[in-house]
């Protein structure tokens, strides 16, 4: 490896060094617990996916660039320059993690693996080893900021067709779907479909909420690939609109990485206080629930439903609670899985693993634990607020002959609702 490329990936090290990033990589003492956190480790038993040893890989770098020890005595001290071989084992153990958190929570240290693995996303990224695919969705997502223009009509074409689906859900002709609505209260940021858009729009109509539709998607590819200057600029479309309507918060849709870049990353990326708050749908449509802003029938889910924590919204996002409420105020058969909340297992499909092909073996048999968690509840309806989440357990649902219906939550809110339409949410 040449020398430019090497001083290249070390000064992106140096770049993101700070106290808590150096206590990470000084303070493991190889217990190994995390092992049996992780859901990758669990079902293959490959050291590549242990967590310590994902990290492992950084402190090396670590040690031999930021340690006089490592310096001087690289062999004694686990010290190694970075070379193609190690590049290769990096690529693999740092795109495979799914970012879920679950061995922190296991650590005696709370040592953050899935931090210090996307520091190394970084430093493959500034060798030119990034995953390419990842790149690309970014890049795209980029282009569609920069020419909204050019998707102007379209877009606002497959509003219009959603719109109509409202009104025939509702039976209501005045119901609709504001898009550029200057002052509005909320602004709601989708995923592109109308799965993302139409329950939303039910609910919020039903509320009477004052809002707006985002012109622009909630995915983020930029923030799975790596890369933190991308991923502002594509929450740059949605944040700098949110600004320009005057919103009084930015409603992120039922997925699970759009939240936290929304709500937990983008302030310190733009090193600017928004003026309005960030919140999950859940949390919104709980509180439209508990304030009988919207009615929902207490009865109307009748098999046995079970809810999954994706993992950036439950343990990384810290939103369990509003979830299981507007489960249990529609399903009165409510099974939890075992465990739940903050030890939830991953369901294998985060980190946008789902968008890469090459970890398709991985991602399928690390699914497992999920599997067995589902099964145990004897539930046939999954419901399920995260879109990355929901295509690894539709698959996983095939795979193991689940028989299971995968729901986002506010679909099954809608369903709950006696509307006086003639429409289904899932016509
Ligand atoms: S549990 Fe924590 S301290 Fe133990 S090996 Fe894993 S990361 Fe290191
Ligand atoms: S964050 Fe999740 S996938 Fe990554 S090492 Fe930890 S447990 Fe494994």
Known sequence: MDKQTIETMVGVLDARMNRQLKEYLDICVRCAICKDACHQYVATQDMKYLPARRAELLREIYRKYFTKTGQFLPDLYEAREPDENMLDELYESTYACTGCRRCTFYCPFSIDTAWITSISKAILIAAGRGNEMLGQLADAE??????????????????????????????????????????????????????????AAVIFNEAGASWTLSFFESANYGFFFGDPAKAKLIADRF???????????????????????????YEAWAKEKMPFRVRHILEVIDEYIKEGRITVDAAAIAERVTYH?????????????????????IAPDFVDMTPNRDKQWCCGGGGGIVAMEEFNDVRLKSGGKKVEQIRATGASVLACPCENCRLQINELNEVHDLGLRIVPVMELVVEAMPLLGTRSVTQ
């Open 239 to 265: 944040m700098n609109e949110a600004k320009r309507l005057g919103v009084k918060e930015v409603v992120i849709t039922e997925c699970g990485h759009a939240y936290r870049v929304a709500e937990m990353f």
């Open 142 to 199: 980029i282009f569609k900021g920069d020419n909204a223009e050019m998707f102007h009509d379209s877009t606002i074409d497959g509003f219009k067709d959603i719109e109509t689906q409202v009104r025939e859900m509702t039976g209501n002709p005045n119901a609709e779907i504001p898009v550029d609505r200057q002052g509005a209260d909320i602004l709601y940021v989708a995923l592109a479909g109308a799965h993302s858009i139409l329950p």
């Open 309 to 329: 924590d994706p993992c950036q919204i439950g343990r990384n996002g810290g939103i369990f609670e509003q979830p299981r409420d507007i489960v249990r105020s």
